[in-house]
């Protein structure tokens, strides 16, 4: 519980003041929150930025860095906004004003820079004493009409100025432009878009307000970023992504085979993803051709200039490059993703996840607020005009009248206005009019004016009557900006493109991994290694005081190794993850989750199209695909089904063509049986293979029963018997004992 706890003062001194420690962190807090989301993190939806950016476009117009004027230093215009409207530090101003230039970053930018703005290699701007901006014609169609009463504005931090609430937004700038922030527990990114595809679809929104996702996205299928890119998202997805206002795209850099003399191939990027630094990128390449984790390729070089060039080099000329590009893509940010989450001040003042529909309906919206305003606001000029206009008619036609009054009377401005019924306002500009506006000419430009403001007038009157007209004054101004920033425009250009990704029959994975051949030791007690080559003689490998080998086999490092366990599991090892030959290796548990009471059963290499004979230590056992006993975590698959004392016991490999099974027993017992009465199944426990009174199962083999049976002495020797009728029986018989020179061990091999 909460408790009040008041300060601690001067002896005997009660100036203090109780205050619930929990209400005033959770006041504060939200202080805060509402201060992040509302005024620093978030864009408004209206004109698509935050307060940091509209601050320096209406400073940057206020300082005249119009498309036509020149450039002025960047220290000037940063000055002037934190000290007149952005109470934060100079830096975070510079770089929101930076980024705002660099064509890389901003699809259509708002701020044109002279001087070193920074590269997509990741380089920082020059500090701001040194470089100069000015507005570009994108930020003056932002601004267009705001000195026409068509926004609100509020005093600044100090009350000293004033400053846009938002700015009338002319252009599509929150989907044309993207942006992206982290505020107090939500977060807002968004993609760049084609402002001329935004324009078509906000038409089609006009013309057809319930205008469904399907029909949108006709016009706008998807983002258009500045450094281009392949956009490799399914259709359904990015139809998600904009009816519900999140989701995300997978972009890939464009590349393409260059050919080289005598069959060499080389291939070359020229285009990468979305805020990928060019410069990290290659470092990244380089540190995995230097770990090895990309063994198709030979080296990277950056010859970029203005453009980008990224020359990736193959080991061989062997190498499929779309298999080179596919691994390159799986490792590094030549393959990102850019996340949509269109959290957006709806109507300046609430968060809210809109969807594309939403967004281009409130700009519109919006759009239409403004129109209503400066028409507004003209009709008011208009109306002003005319009311002066008027008193100079009147005097123009009582000249003589008029400059009487003006000569002889004490008080001529109350004479005239009672005289000729004339306003304050049109006695005070005839009074200051100058005798060189009295002549003929200047009457008729007088009367031509008033004409033609009378005409203006009417229309203006009649828009502001007519909702469908407005509507189609809008549509007008957006054609307008459609044709400013076509596609037919060097700026305006489709610059990201859609495509599938190939389908590769090859392992990806398997193919990033070099392939060379090792020979994986293993002994009794579960010390696991792979040493470098096939070694034909392996006597000279030593072990742990009271190890010794039971597995030795010839991997190569591309290759799965299947381990079976007592507790009837599988476990998966990938063999480029076996430790090397120096020392003793590791304990087979730091790689696969596997119980300290668990014993290896079998280690071999994974073959997918074979089939095993699995059996337990109480005589059942099954036939089961190894496709089947592929585990893909370290948890292991539970194959055979087994309660102790019962463990799993054998697992052995069926060869071509066996059509018989051979088992014995503890009790050394042998029966032969076919091997089809045996099922064929992808886990469980098992059928009974041989009976027992007593121990349990040893060993199992399946063979062609026209080849013999064989098996291998203690001395190595190979002995076969091709006569085994007496051992022939039905499965779960008890069976007979085995043929002379059967090894004592009970192992056939």
């Known amino acids: 519980m909460s408790q009040l706890i008041p300060p601690q003062g001067p002896q005997g001194s009660d100036d203090y003041e109780a205050v619930n420690l929990r209400e005033a962190l959770e006041e504060r807090y939200l202080a805060y929150a509402l201060s992040t989301i509302m005024h620093r993190a978030l864009p408004d939806v209206r004109d698509g930025l935050k307060p940091v950016h509209r601050r320096l476009m209406h400073a940057m117009r206020l300082l005249k860095l119009d498309p036509k004027s020149g450039f002025k230093k960047c220290a000037r215009v940063v000055g002037d906004v934190i000290g007149k409207y952005h109470p934060h530090g100079d830096q975070a101003v510079y770089d929101a004003m930076v980024r705002l230039a660099q064509g890389f970053a901003v699809r259509y930018p708002l701020v044109e820079g002279q001087g070193n703005f920074g590269n997509i290699d990741?380089?920082?701007?020059?500090?701001?004493?040194?470089?100069?901006?000015?507005?570009?014609?994108?930020?003056?169609?932002?601004?267009?009409?705001?000195?026409?009463?068509?926004?609100?504005?509020?005093?600044?931090?100090?009350?000293?100025?004033?400053?846009?609430?938002?700015?009338?937004?002319?252009?599509?700038?929150?989907?044309?432009?993207?942006?992206?922030?982290?505020?107090?527990?939500?977060?807002?990114?968004?993609?760049?878009h084609n402002a001329a595809e935004l324009c078509d679809a906000a038409l089609h929104l006009i013309k057809f307000p319930n205008a469904g996702i399907d029909k949108l996205m006709q016009f706008v299928p998807g983002p258009d970023f500045p450094t281009g890119g392949i956009i490799i998202e399914d259709a359904e997805s990015i139809k998600k992504a904009y009816e519900t206002g999140k989701g995300g795209f997978r972009v890939r850099a464009v590349w393409e085979k260059e050919e080289l003399p005598r069959g060499a191939w080389q291939i070359v990027v020229t285009e990468i993803p979305y805020q990928v630094q060019k410069g990290?990128?290659?470092?990244?390449?380089?540190?995995?051709?230097?770990?090895?984790?990309?063994?198709?390729?030979?080296?990277?070089?950056?010859?970029?200039?203005?453009?980008?060039?990224?020359?990736?080099?193959?080991?061989?000329?062997?190498?499929?490059?779309?298999?080179?590009?596919?691994?390159?893509?799986?490792?590094?940010?030549?393959?990102?993703?850019?996340?949509?989450?269109?959290?957006?001040?709806?109507?300046?003042?609430?968060?809210?996840?809109?969807?594309?529909?939403?967004?281009?309906?409130?700009?519109?919206?919006?759009?239409?607020?403004?129109?209503?305003?400066?028409?507004?606001?003209?009709?008011?000029?208009?109306?002003?005009?005319?009311?002066?206009?008027?008193?100079?008619?009147?005097?123009?036609?009582?000249?003589?009248?008029?400059?009487?009054?003006?000569?002889?009377?004490?008080?001529?401005?109350?004479?005239?206005?009672?005289?000729?019924?004339?306003?304050?306002?049109?006695?005070?500009?005839?009074?200051?009019?100058?005798?060189?506006?009295?002549?003929?000419?200047?009457?008729?430009?007088?009367?031509?004016?008033?004409?033609?403001?009378?005409?203006?007038?009417?229309?203006?009157?009649?828009?502001?009557?007519?909702?469908?007209?407005?509507?189609?004054?809008?549509?007008?101004?957006?054609?307008?900006?459609?044709?400013?920033?076509?596609?037919?425009?060097?700026?305006?250009?489709?610059?990201?493109?859609?495509?599938?990704?190939?389908?590769?029959?090859v392992d990806i994975e398997m193919a990033m991994i070099e392939k060379e051949p090792i020979t994986v030791v293993c002994s009794e007690k579960g010390w696991i290694r792979a040493m470098k080559g096939h070694l034909e003689d392996t006597s000279s490998l030593t072990y742990k005081d009271g190890d010794r080998a039971r597995f030795v086999f010839n991997a190569q490092t591309t290759d799965k190794i299947l381990l079976l366990c007592s507790s009837g599991k599988f476990y998966t090892i990938e063999a480029n993850n076996l430790p090397g030959g120096r020392g003793h290796g590791e304990p087979l548990r730091l790689m696969a989750d596997m119980d300290p009471a668990d014993g290896v059963v079998a280690l071999f290499i994974h073959q997918p199209e074979r089939k095993l004979i699995v059996a337990s230590s109480e005589g059942n056992g099954f036939v089961v695909k190894e496709a089947d006993c592929v585990a893909n975590t370290r948890k292991g698959k539970q194959v055979m089904?087994?309660?102790?004392?019962?463990?799993?016991?054998?697992?052995?490999?069926?060869?071509?063509?066996?059509?018989?099974?051979?088992?014995?027993?503890?009790?050394?017992?042998?029966?032969?049986?076919?091997?089809?009465?045996?099922?064929?199944?992808?886990?469980?426990?098992?059928?009974?293979?041989?009976?027992?009174?007593?121990?349990?199962?040893?060993?199992?083999?399946?063979?062609?029963?026209?080849?013999?049976?064989?098996?291998l002495d203690l001395s190595k020797r190979v002995w076969t018997v091709t006569d085994l009728e007496e051992w022939l029986g039905a499965r779960a018989q008890a069976g007979r004992m085995p043929p002379k020179g059967f090894p004592r061990n009970n192992k056939f091999s």
């Open 641 to 711: 089904n087994v309660k102790l004392p019962a463990e799993a016991q054998c697992c052995v490999v069926i060869p071509q063509g066996a059509d018989q099974l051979a088992v014995i027993g503890e009790n050394r017992k042998l029966l032969v049986f076919p091997l089809a009465d045996l099922p064929e199944m992808s886990r469980g426990k098992g059928i009974r293979l041989q009976k027992y009174k007593d121990g349990g199962l040893s060993d199992v083999q399946p063979f062609v029963l026209g080849n013999g049976l064989s098996w």
């Open 122 to 192: 990741g380089d920082n701007a020059a500090a701001y004493r040194y470089t100069e901006a000015r507005l570009t014609d994108v930020a003056m169609a932002l601004l267009d009409g705001i000195d026409q009463d068509t926004v609100d504005f509020r005093e600044t931090y100090n009350g000293e100025d004033e400053e846009p609430v938002v700015l009338p937004g002319a252009f599509p700038n929150l989907l044309a432009n993207g942006s992206s922030g982290i505020a107090v527990g939500m977060a807002t990114s968004i993609p760049p």
């Open 280 to 505: 990290k990128l290659v470092e990244r390449i380089a540190e995995l051709l230097t770990a090895k984790k990309l063994p198709m390729l030979g080296d990277v070089l950056d010859e970029s200039a203005e453009d980008i060039r990224l020359v990736l080099e193959p080991k061989s000329r062997t190498v499929d490059p779309q298999v080179l590009m596919e691994s390159l893509f799986k490792l590094t940010d030549l393959e990102s993703r850019s996340s949509l989450n269109m959290n957006v001040l709806s109507h300046g003042r609430v968060p809210n996840v809109l969807s594309l529909r939403d967004v281009l309906r409130q700009w519109l919206d919006h759009r239409l607020v403004v129109l209503v305003r400066r028409t507004k606001f003209r009709l008011e000029k208009i109306a002003k005009r005319l009311e002066l206009l008027g008193g100079y008619l009147i005097a123009f036609l009582n000249i003589d009248e008029v400059i009487a009054i003006i000569r002889y009377e004490d008080d001529p401005k109350l004479e005239l206005m009672q005289r000729f019924e004339l306003s304050d306002i049109q006695a005070e500009a005839i009074l200051n009019m100058r005798l060189r506006s009295l002549r003929k000419l200047e009457e008729f430009e007088i009367r031509k004016e008033f004409d033609e403001l009378t005409i203006e007038q009417g229309k203006l009157e009649a828009l502001l009557a007519d909702e469908g007209a407005q509507w189609s004054t809008i549509s007008d101004e957006i054609r307008q900006t459609r044709k400013t920033w076509g596609k037919d425009t060097e700026l305006g250009a489709r610059r990201s493109q859609f495509a599938t990704p190939p389908q590769i029959d």
